[in-house]
Structure formats: C-alpha cells, structure tokens
C-alpha cells in the first residue's frame, strides 16, 4: 500500500517561497511509469494541476505556474518537493502530493492534503 504525507509550513508570508515535500511510503519514486504530482486547491474553486516530477526525475509544470515553480526530488529519502516562490494570497491553498499512473491512466494514490495560507 502505497502511502503519501505532505510536510511544511502552514503560514507563509507574501513574497516569500513555499516549500512542500512529499514522502511517499511503500513505493519508491523512481518505480517505472509514475508521476509524481502536486496539486492544489484554493478556497471555493476546482483542483489545479500544478506540476510533476517523473519516475526519472524529468519535470513538467503548469504553465501559469511555471516561472514560478520548481519540483525537485531526494531518492534516497524517497521524498519529492515542491517550491513555489514569489507567493501572494491567491496561492492559499490545500496542497495535495499525488502518483499519477501511466497504465492504468489515473491518479491512484493522494496525500491527505495540507492548508497553506499566505498571509502576512
């Protein structure tokens, strides 16, 4: 069973950069043919796909997000992570790390998710 927690700060102040890891148990992160994702969900609006990292450490983003962002990755932890720098109010969020399975398609484990508030 594979299992993903979500770990940083809950309050981060404008301007500054968010950083979230995501340790994943029971699965390693460089297991062919996964991606590994962040997603986000602001107050009152849908889920949004921010960025991935894959099985071989290759990265895609969001590209209303992407100069912004930068997902890395720790194997030896099995960790990956997320940095979203430049924050204002509107990146309030629950952040959610995700596994996105290539066969069969669809994102099969999530992390409980976790509230970030930017706010100063």
């Known amino acids: 069973q594979v299992q993903l927690q979500e770990s940083g700060p809950g309050l981060v102040k404008p301007s500054q950069t968010l950083s979230l890891t995501c340790t994943v148990f029971g699965g390693s992160i460089t297991t062919n043919y996964y991606y590994w994702t962040w997603i986000r969900q602001p107050p009152g609006k849908e889920l949004e796909w921010m960025g991935a990292?894959?099985?071989?450490?290759?990265?895609y983003y969001s590209p209303s997000l992407k100069s912004r962002t930068s997902i890395s990755r720790d194997t030896s932890k099995n960790q990956f992570t997320l940095q979203l720098s430049s924050v204002t109010p509107e990146d309030t969020a629950v952040y959610y790390c995700?596994?996105?399975?290539?066969?069969?398609?669809?994102?099969?484990?999530w992390g409980q998710g976790t509230q970030v508030t930017v706010s100063s």
């Open positions: 995700a596994r996105d399975s290539v066969v069969p398609q669809g994102y099969d484990y």
């Open positions: 990292i894959t099985w071989s450490g290759s990265t």
